[in-house]
């Protein structure tokens, strides 16, 4: 197995600066939603895809095209209805009949940002077309193979009020997302000034790069070598193992409340967030809070509850935090 090679200091200040330009970027065309923007950074640092849940109107789409535009990335948004077709994401062959032979029209799931709006209102086979491109980073038309670009992120979101014709997401597509957000709304200053730059005009300037592609492929490579300690990682494991035994973890009370824990590609998302968030706040290491500060996002859609737990509103995040209680930190 090869291991890392440890970044340097200069590795952190050089990601230090990529990260303050693309925090321009983002903040020029989004106000306030600071944690929406840690989201998304750690899902660009680490190429892990994004689910976002909230009502309509709180810049998930303005969000990840801002952040598209300020590392000079392809941007695509697919509108999820019922009648989507899986060709209609990844793409299909037209047949030419000038050349009198089928040319390949890639989809738009071939760029480096892909938005899927409200992702529960496609089908689920149009939903499964979504799992070849999301972990595979490829899709196969005509029996032939075409690679996504790199970065490549997924941002989906989803209405948590609305349910009327919807589907719910199967289980094997939620794990392909590395972090599931609950987003809120702003507050009444952030509001008023949303409301300012609408007025002066603000949206519909032109976006401009912080960086380049090749910047944020750097980043992902920084990211990638931040040192994990043994320690930290058995941190990690025994608390991906905790939910999936939680009766021998947390209060037969709450525990009961489990149906399925977290597989191990939950211990895989958790290493990969806490090294990014470290370097989101200028470290070469990981600390136990990394983890803490990411558990949620990354388990609340990992961490499955019985019907009995939604009749007694018991959320997914009680469960998350008692687990951490339980888990000694090292």
């Given amino acids: 197995m090869t291991v890392p090679a440890r970044i340097t200091e200069d590795d952190v200040d050089r990601a230090r600066e990529l990260i303050e330009a693309v925090d321009r970027g983002f903040e020029s065309k989004v106000v306030g939603q600071r944690r929406l923007r840690e989201t998304l950074l750690v899902g660009l640092l680490t190429g892990g895809h994004v689910l976002l849940e909230s009502v309509p109107g709180l810049a998930k789409t303005t969000a990840a095209h801002a952040l598209a535009a300020a590392i000079g990335g392809s941007f695509k948004r697919i509108q999820c209805t019922p009648d989507l077709l899986p060709s209609d994401i990844v793409g299909t062959q037209i047949y030419d009949a000038s050349q009198g032979t089928f040319v390949t029209q890639l989809g738009p799931v071939h760029a480096n940002f892909v938005l899927l709006d409200e992702i529960n209102r496609s089908s689920a086979k149009t939903q499964s077309a979504m799992l070849e491109a999301m972990q595979e980073k490829q899709t196969s038309i005509g029996g032939a193979v075409y690679k996504v670009p790199e970065p490549f992120l997924v941002l989906a979101t989803q209405n948590p009020i609305e349910?009327?014709?919807?589907?719910?997401?199967?289980?094997?597509?939620?794990?392909?997302?590395?972090?599931?957000?609950?987003?809120?709304?702003?507050?009444?200053?952030?509001?008023?000034?949303?409301?300012?730059?609408?007025?002066?005009?603000?949206?519909?300037r032109p976006d401009e790069a912080m960086i380049s592609?090749?910047?944020?492929?750097?980043?992902?490579?920084?990211?990638?070598?931040?040192?994990?300690?043994?320690?930290v990682l058995d941190y990690i494991t025994y608390i991906v193992a905790a939910t999936r035994h939680a009766?021998?973890?947390?209060?037969?009370?709450?525990?009961?409340?489990?149906?399925?824990?977290?597989?191990?590609r939950a211990s895989i998302a958790l290493a990969?967030?806490?090294?990014?968030?470290?370097?989101?706040?200028?470290?070469?290491?990981?600390?136990?809070?990394?983890v803490r500060h990411l558990a949620r996002r990354v388990l609340r859609h990992r961490v499955l509850l019985t019907y009995e737990a939604t009749a007694d509103?018991?959320?997914v995040e009680t469960i998350i935090d008692a687990v951490f209680r339980a888990v000694r930190t090292p």
Avoid at 168 to 186: G, I, N, S, T, V
Avoid at 214 to 225: E, P, T, V, Y
């Fill in 272 to 290: 990969r967030a806490a090294r990014a968030n470290a370097l989101l706040r200028g470290r070469d290491h990981v600390i136990p809070e990394d």
């Fill in 163 to 204: 349910q009327e014709g919807t589907y719910q997401l199967p289980e094997a597509q939620l794990d392909r997302f590395m972090l599931k957000d609950l987003l809120d709304y702003p507050s009444p200053a952030e509001e008023a000034e949303i409301v300012r730059r609408v007025d002066s005009g603000v949206f519909e």
């Fill in 213 to 231: 592609l090749d910047d944020a492929r750097d980043l992902q490579r920084i990211a990638s070598s931040v040192y994990l300690d043994a320690a």
């Fill in 313 to 315: 509103d018991v959320r």
């Fill in 247 to 264: 009766h021998d973890a947390i209060a037969p009370e709450l525990a009961r409340y489990v149906e399925v824990g977290a597989s191990p």
